[in-house]
């Protein structure tokens, strides 16, 4: 058995600094185990819908909807084709200039500002592995595991660095591209989320739902230091299957300060 050093996890790229290795908390799915069975036997992750996020602050911006009358009815003409389609286009315009005429336009924002976001999927990792506040969050109180995933090649290493503000990002609606919407969305969170050194993978073609990564690059596995034996076997088994056989770790409490060391295991 060793230590594992804690390293700096960057190689550098044009003078920019980025991770070879993400890693991604998970604690057991209880309620359909054979989610967790299949990230190890079918190499399947979930990349959620923001609208599914847990943190009611996640993915909120600044929305200014400053726009001219005219740049309205565009945007609502879009909106009404696309879930009116029982309207022919002459009925989808009187409806859209009635709501012009009586600027009902303006009570819309709060109800469709954030409704682009329903159509990505996002996969969030850490450039940490050894944080005590995620191994407690998002591995059920250190029962559960966390993935190391390769992310110099294309699937992992097409992820985004989070940037940490205080006030939300703010996005013109009408005149910001879609690209900078998402990224001010997606790519931004509150100042004290900070610790976690997130990165996200954003899908914006298929949007939300079960992906698989190419197998080899789930390179490591780290067991909480409070999982269960029986958890612990069945990570064994499946990972004693794979064709590409991750490195087995397990964390353990520090003796004398606060912190988790990773250590490699034989499997």
Not at 82 to 95: C, I, M, S, V, W
Not at 181 to 194: H, P, Q, R, V
Request: charged residues 30%.
């Amino acid at each position: 058995m060793r230590i594992v050093e804690q390293n700096s996890n960057t190689h550098s790229d044009d003078n920019k600094a980025e991770p070879q290795l993400l890693y991604k908390y998970y604690k057991f799915d209880e309620d359909h185990p054979e989610y967790t069975e299949e990230i190890f036997t079918k190499n399947k992750i979930y990349l959620p819908s923001p609208k599914e996020f847990n943190d009611p602050f996640d993915s909120k911006v600044g929305l200014i909807y400053d726009a001219t009358k005219k740049e309205w009815k565009q945007y609502l003409l879009q909106v009404y084709k696309r879930r009116r389609p029982d309207l022919t286009r002459k009925q989808r315009f009187a409806e859209v200039d009635q709501i012009i005429k009586k600027g009902l336009y303006k009570e819309i924002p709060d109800n469709l500002g954030y409704s682009f976001l329903d159509q990505m999927g996002v996969f969030c990792m850490s450039a940490k592995k050894n944080d005590i506040l995620m191994w407690s969050h998002y591995s059920t109180s250190h029962a559960g595991f966390c993935l190391e995933f390769n992310a110099t090649t294309e699937f992992f290493g097409r992820s985004q660095k989070i940037i940490y503000k205080q006030n939300y990002p703010a996005v013109n609606f009408f005149r910001s591209s879609q690209q900078a919407k998402t990224e001010a969305s997606l790519l931004t969170k509150a100042i004290f989320w900070e610790y976690e050194q997130e990165w996200r993978i954003i899908e914006h073609n298929k949007g939300p739902g079960v992906y698989t990564f190419p197998r080899e690059l789930l390179t490591g596995v780290i067991l909480g230091c409070q999982i269960t034996a029986e958890n612990k076997e069945k990570i064994h088994k499946w990972c004693n299957k794979r064709e590409h056989r991750p490195i087995l770790y397990e964390t353990r409490v520090k003796k004398k300060e606060f912190g988790l060391d990773i250590v490699a295991i034989d499997y």
